[in-house]
């Protein structure tokens, strides 16, 4: 068991700690709600619940199937130890089914199917709005060298094949997500978070949203989304 020490940083949905351990810090997931960079906020119920857990089931099965994650231990139903990255400050975005900022850059309705997945980086910069950007630019700015590229893009697109017969198996469609990775040791591995938070999920048949696009469009319903997802990946109800 790791002892949770000081508050190192708090973010829009989680808040770090140190732990007794240099080389772990503790992730305490929360209810808040932020969308379109935290312009708009809210607070959705059981939401810091659902996603600790969701993330914790999700980076056990990829380190399972041999991705390398930051992933230690779930503590308890809101908080899980993970091992102290380095971040790489950018994003990488994973699109199998046209939505969001996609549909409206290229003006394609939403639910084309893509013919392979799309790749696409961007900034992590809640000032800037996370703006797009190119490979050119993180090697220019030294955001990550040439060989830590080639590992987020093989990553990014191994987790997807992993992610997306998941969630089909499930009857879920794996629309789009965002991944982020970390230094730790020497090694480049997949941090952040796995959760309906940062992932597009429709629901395969009646394409249900069963995501944050509940909140940031007002559909309502936003808790039962989530909790929908909860059941599905941790096969339980609260």
Known sequence: MFEKKEKLYEGKSKIVYASDDPSVNILYYKDDATAFNAKKKGTIHN?????????????EMLEAKGVKTHFVKCLSEREMAVK?????????????????SLSKRLGIEEGVELPEPLLEFFY???PLDDPMIA?????????????????LKREAFRVNQILKQYFKDRGIDLVDYKLEFGRYQGQVLLGDE?????CRLWDSQT???????????????????????YATVCGGAM
């Open 194 to 198: 796995i959760t309906p938070d940062g």
């Open 84 to 100: 102290k990255l380095e971040i790489i400050p950018v994003e990488v975005v994973v699109r199998n089914i046209v939505a969001g």
């Open 47 to 59: 939401k810091g619940v659902y996603n600790n857990k969701i993330a914790s089931a999700i980076f």
């Open 135 to 151: 490979e050119q630019h993180i090697l220019l700015f030294k955001w990550a060298t040439a060989d830590e590229i080639a590992i």
């Open 124 to 126: 992590k910069s809640d």
């Open 207 to 229: 394409k249900e949203k069963l995501d944050k696009d509940r909140f940031r469009r007002d559909l309502g319903k936003i808790e039962e989304a989530y909790q929908r997802v």
